[in-house]
């Protein structure tokens, strides 16, 4: 049982905008700032977004994060197949002291 | 070009020590605010955070697993080495190494991975 609640799955169609949510508590998510990683098959997760809606460079600006209270949400615009994968969100918690990881949202592209 | 990469058996026994060192390139962990951290994920499930090092050789480690860990760095090698003891089949998972970059809020400095090594799967069984 993961600190951060992800679904399980998501999909959409190519072109189509998908949303991605991450629930947490005061401790992780509602304190601190919330991160994305994309993990396509067979590879190292990659960082997506940082410091809640911070994309590194190379990122593209089809992906977007956002936080409200104490969850965070990635969103996926323009989607396209290469962006099946597996999605995580990510926080520090101050409680645990401990990085948390949600279970993963795995996405597919119909 | 930051590049990491993680090395070390494959196969350990129950009940062994793991040791996986981890070789990075295009940063030094000798550089204030740098750091180096250990992720892993077993097959098919979530990933879990293991330890990170500091530059300045301050150590945090997960709470579920701080007795069985220990993370240390080689800084003239460029290497982090990170050993887990008493190994269970549980442990079987894939290992991650990962450079650690941060940003300050409110005079708090932030840590989060940026870059992954590409990670290296141990299996535990006898």
């Known amino acids: 049982q993961s600190v951060l609640t992800q679904p399980p799955s998501a999909s959409g169609t190519p072109g189509q905008r998908v949303t991605i949510s991450c629930s947490g508590s005061?401790?992780?998510?509602?304190?601190?700032?919330g991160y994305w990683y994309q993990q396509l098959p067979g590879t190292a997760p990659k960082l997506l977004i940082y410091?809640?809606?911070q994309r590194p460079s190379g990122v593209p600006d089809r992906f977007s994060g956002s936080k409200s209270g104490t969850s965070a949400s990635l969103a996926i615009s323009g989607l396209r197949s290469e962006d099946e994968a597996d999605y995580y969100c990510?926080?520090?918690?101050?409680?645990?002291?401990?990085?948390?990881f949600g279970g993963g949202t795995k996405l597919t592209v119909l | 070009q930051i590049t990491l990469k993680e090395s070390g058996p494959t196969l350990v026994k129950p009940t062994q020590t793991l040791t996986l060192t981890c070789t990075f390139s295009?940063?030094?962990?000798?550089?204030?605010?740098?750091?180096v951290g250990w992720i892993r994920q077993p097959p098919g499930k979530a990933l879990e955070w293991l330890a990170f090092?500091?530059?300045?050789?301050?150590?945090r480690y997960s709470p579920s697993l701080k007795s069985r860990l220990s993370i240390t760095k080689d800084t003239s090698k460029n290497q982090v080495v990170l050993t887990l003891t008493h190994m269970d089949p549980e442990d079987t998972a894939t290992y991650y190494c990962?450079?650690?970059?941060?940003?300050?809020?409110?005079?708090?400095?932030?840590?989060?991975?940026?870059?992954w090594g590409q990670g290296t799967l141990v299996t535990v069984s006898s």
């Open positions: 295009g940063f030094s962990l000798s550089i204030s605010g740098v750091a």
């Open positions: 005061s401790s992780n998510i509602g304190s601190n700032f």
């Open positions: 090092i500091f530059w300045d050789d301050d150590k």
């Open positions: 990962a450079h650690t970059a941060w940003f300050t809020w409110q005079t708090t400095r932030h840590y989060y991975f940026d870059y």
């Open positions: 410091r809640n809606d």
């Open positions: 990510a926080a520090w918690d101050d409680s645990l002291s401990t990085w948390v």
